[in-house]
């Protein structure tokens, strides 16, 4: 993969929200489809599920970071992405808003 890297400054924004979708294979292909179509580059992607109920997940960007952490018992899934690049971070928004 080549990827080409520019300084930046340090500034993180935040966009964090709930929504009501708990199943796993669907919060990976929605939120890998909306970080894929706000300009992210995915660097990596790992998973857990936990024994009883509850699921986590968490994309590597190279703008930093999107967290998915389910609560099936509460029918609630919290998402938290974090970016370096305000416009891409706006354009997930955007996308996210439609969940």
Known sequence: MDIKYKEVEAQIYNHQ????????DRLKKIFDKQLIDSGFTIVHFTEHHFDLQG????W?????????????ENNT???????CNKEKLEHFKRLSAQC
């Open 60 to 72: 590597l960007l190279a703008e930093s970071h999107l967290a998915i952490h389910t609560f099936p």
């Open 55 to 58: 699921y986590t997940c968490f």
């Open 17 to 24: 929200l709930w929504i009501n979708e708990t199943e796993p």
């Open 77 to 83: 899934t919290y998402i938290e992405l974090s970016s």
